[in-house]
């Protein structure tokens, strides 16, 4: 399903009231909230909403449990991790415990075994069904979502749920939820706006099935909702 706003604020808005939604329909059911949150540039403004004093108040923050769709295999302090800039926008100015927070990074091993751990991680938090309650993604202008960017090998990956590689590309390794454990989840929020995303969108939502090409297209709930929040300009419905 996608819901088409007239400007980023109001995605931003539509964004943190369905978390404060789903955060509490979780601690009510289940004494838990565990939520996947997006690196990228997108999901800053939602963040710092869910910070502000309207918004932290409604969380339970005690029982929000946070992961990471994907990170880039860099430092935490280094500007362009996905974690620093989750800290920065919202974990350091709500009342959530450190305990609760797994950043999918550490200095002292490799990507690969990180995976592995990361992997574990998710399973004691979750058990072995891996249901997330609320994953947000973003979408890149060529139709990636977490680090599953086309034409890599991660695409075709249907066991692990947490897998490292080489992104030549970018000329550095990321770390990223697999598309099984994505869809496994109770509900999937993809955040997406500006013109420049307008071809991919429209590929992945219209065009052939081709998740090779447009990576996004592997996102499809076994049983939960996919909910896209874009703005005119993504939609191709500016003009
Ligand atoms: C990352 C993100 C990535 C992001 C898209 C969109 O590590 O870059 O997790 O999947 O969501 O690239 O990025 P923007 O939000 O900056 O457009």
Known sequence: MIQIFNNIEDINTKAADIFVQSANKAIQENGKFT???TGGSSPAGIYK????????????WK??????GDERWVPLDDDRSNTKMSFDTILNHVPIPKNNIFPMYADSTSPEDFAITYEQTVKSILGEDGK?????????DDGHTASLFPGEAVLKEQTKWVVSYRLESQNMHRITLTSP??????????VAFGEKKAHALKEVLHGDYNPNTYPMQLIKPISGELLFLVDKGAAGTEH
């Open 132 to 140: 997330f309650d609320l994953i947000l993604l973003g979408m890149g």
């Open 49 to 60: 909403l869910l910070a502000s004093s309207n918004y932290k108040t409604k969380i339970d």
């Open 63 to 68: 029982n929000v449990y946070v992961f990471w």
């Open 35 to 37: 939520v996947v949150l």
């Open 181 to 190: 454990v994505i869809n496994k989840a109770e509900k999937i929020v993809v």
